[in-house]
């Protein structure tokens, strides 16, 4: 049952030889088990998990059951989930009981998917590693030394080590594709607007994008399926037609157009990585693609323009969090401003700090027309750089991290270090391009390798085919971590 599809418990479901009470016991026991030391949930209700599991069991008697009616879903600390605990891995926020649902875990309640949990992440999603969360690093189930990434770090942890048959995540910047690549699991970042950002607590508003993280592809269109639609409470929620994400999975590949950037493969990728992102693309080859080189030449300044911009967004959303409605409130203080000053001290970690000195400075007077403004401008050539790519080529291939996973503590001291474990993630999120991660293979190491499949805009169930059908042909998805 670990290793089964949500296609494949869905079934067992329909069929009557498994309840959702059982399947979220048997996973609520697991987390129990294994997150003492994995530390990849933050907040665990049996309680509410069951009740929501026998209301499927109910539902499925009844004869109205969907694709994920009973499929337990770890769910992201960022988004709010009425009645639970919402951390967002922060002291600022450690005591806040969300008073309503983020649109995406309305759409699961829709669908009868039963909330497993909330997962581990970084703190208010700024890292790559999964260290800054105020409730403690989360480790990598493959080797315990090492990072999971980040932020979405706690949900790729819960699905590689089987503590959940998905989750979700977020992308600002890779956070999704990042930490599936370093756990060996499947994980999608859609097209910007796919999936509302109600209720889902900002770091980088023009960045932000909730998507889902799985084994399999077939299973993250299954999820996105439920996950995307429009949302009127949210104004960058695209209106567009609901569509089946799973509808091209079968389609051959013959004819497929695969653009590899010269840029993905030059200096700083580790051997290793391109010794399996290589022998991934020579399998793409015999399933009928053909490969073509493109250039992305402004990619090398999405990191600059990428912690311009999002520290500035984070400034000003982050600005919220003040000690006087919600959250962590300082216990002595001599007048408002010096509550607001201590709350803030004491409530964000250093990290978040860092991003929102970094972006009230951007911001300032004298420094906005020199950055921020500069910072806007690139961000158009960047995505204009992807324009002219899919003219000559279907999707775009390459590594998604350049090295496996690090191992906890080995870049906290160097932040700069810490920002290029995102290099070819960040120009996506810029271009408000669709991407994913799958896994190819192993480094030398033996931590799991991610491939980069990077879309036109809303071609998801294009890419869900092109992954689809790799892992049709591999089994590098299928691997689980020693151990557990």
Request: charged share 20%; aromatic share 8%.
């Amino acid at each position: 049952m670990l290793n089964a599809s949500l296609k494949q418990l869905s079934a067992l479901l329909a069929e009557g030889k498994l309840s959702s009470v059982e399947l979220t016991q048997s996973f609520l026991d697991r987390i129990g088990q294994l997150n003492p030391s994995l530390n990849a949930f933050i907040t665990v209700d049996r309680e509410k998990s069951l009740a929501q599991a026998r209301a499927a069991d109910e539902l499925r008697a009844k004869g109205g059951a969907g694709a994920l009616t009973g499929i337990p879903v770890a769910q992201k600390d960022i988004f709010c989930a009425q009645g639970w605990l919402t951390t967002c891995g922060s002291k600022m926020l450690h005591n806040f009981v969300s008073p309503y649902d983020a649109h995406v875990i309305e759409q699961f309640n829709r669908a009868g998917a039963v909330n497993l949990g909330k997962t581990n992440m970084d703190e208010f999603a700024m890292g790559s590693s999964n260290e800054t969360s105020y409730y403690g690093k989360v480790k990598n189930p493959w080797n315990l030394d090492a990072v999971p990434g980040g932020s979405s770090g706690g949900s790729a942890a819960a699905v590689a080590a089987r503590l959940a048959p998905a989750a979700t995540g977020t992308d600002t910047g890779g956070s999704i594709r990042q930490p599936a690549a370093l756990t060996g699991i499947t994980g999608l970042k859609p097209t910007y607007g796919v999936v509302s950002r109600y209720g889902m607590i900002a770091f980088a508003s023009s960045l932000d994008q909730g998507g889902p993280m799985a084994r399999s592809a077939e299973d993250c269109a299954l999820l996105l399926n439920t996950m995307a639609g429009f949302d009127r409470r949210d104004s960058t929620s695209l209106e567009r037609e609901k569509e089946d994400y799973a509808r091209d999975l079968d389609q051959p590949l013959a004819g497929l157009k695969i653009g590899l950037p010269k840029e993905f493969f030059a200096e700083g990728l580790s051997a290793d990585v391109a010794k399996a992102v290589e022998a991934a693309i020579a399998e793409y080859r015999k399933l009928g693609a053909e490969t073509v080189e493109v250039s992305l030449p402004n990619s090398k300044l999405a990191i600059p323009v990428y912690y311009v911009l999002a520290p500035a967004e984070a400034s000003s959303n982050l600005s919220r969090f003040d000690g006087v409605r919600y959250g962590h409130r300082a216990p002595e203080y001599t007048d408002l401003l010096d509550m607001y000053c201590k709350s803030r001290a004491q409530g964000f970690g250093s990290e978040v700090k860092r991003r929102i000195m970094i972006g009230t400075y951007v911001l300032s007077h004298g420094y906005y027309d020199a950055y921020y403004l500069q910072a806007q401008k690139l961000r158009r050539l960047i995505a204009q750089d992807f324009v002219e790519a899919f003219k000559h080529c279907d999707v775009i291939m390459g590594p998604t991290a350049p090295s496996t996973a690090f191992n906890i503590g080995e870049k906290s001291d160097d932040p700069v270090s810490m920002y290029l474990s995102d290099i070819y993630t960040i120009a996506v999120n810029l271009a408000g391009l669709p991407g994913m991660s799958v896994p190819c293979g192993f480094g030398g190491n033996g931590l799991p390798v991610g491939l980069q499949i990077i879309g036109n805009y809303f071609s998801e169930a294009r890419m869900l085919n092109v992954a689809h059908q790799y892992q049709q042909a591999t089994d590098w998805h299928q691997q689980m971590p020693g151990g557990i």
